[in-house]
């Protein structure tokens, strides 16, 4: 085989791990963990056990994995949606957000103790972001689409 073939073989296997496989039913938490790694989170969640797999360049994907009692994978999904988005409302919390969503690409501190803004990138057809401020009691202030850093025209950070 050619450095090329042999190359290409490795960037293909490389990138097999990315998501989960895709008839995920079935398969143990071994096999996943084999292909996809360590979860970031693990949680118990009604019937079994949920791995979360924040993923991609600027974490573009969160997939939950949902695994029975047994140990066997039962479905996956990706979270990072504007079906999922669209339900974060004011007066949630922040814990409810992270069972809804993962863990967030970033995390911005607001100025005299406001709390946080939540920031998560998604596959999209424009330059956007979902973010939701978090006050210091923990839930949600406000929920909206904004513009990533990296796509304002004149570098300042919005």
């Known amino acids: 085989m050619s450095w090329w073939g042999l190359a290409g073989v490795t960037l293909l296997s490389a990138c097999s791990g990315y ?23 693990q949680r118990a969640v009604e019937g079994g056990t949920r791995l979360e797999y924040p993923r991609g360049p600027y974490g573009r994907h969160t997939y939950f ?4 009692a047994d140990g066997r994978a039962t479905r996956s999904e ?11 409302a004011p ?9 809804a969503l993962g863990r967030p690409s970033e995390v911005w501190r607001l100025g005299r103790d406001r709390g946080t803004v ?3 990138r998604y596959e999209n057809n424009f330059c956007l972001w979902f973010q939701i401020e978090i006050t210091q009691e923990r839930t949600v202030r ?17």
């Open 78 to 88: 990706q979270v990072l949606t504007e079906a999922r988005f669209n339900q974060i």
């Open 19 to 41: 998501g989960p496989p895709r008839e995920v039913a079935g398969a143990t938490r071994e096999a996943i963990v084999a292909r996809m790694g360590p979860p970031d989170v």
């Open 118 to 120: 939540w920031n998560y």
């Open 142 to 158: 406000s929920a909206g689409y904004g513009e990533p850093p990296e796509c304002n025209k004149n570098g300042a950070i919005p």
């Open 91 to 99: 007066g949630m919390t922040q814990d409810a957000v992270s069972l």
């Open 65 to 68: 994995v949902y695994l029975d």
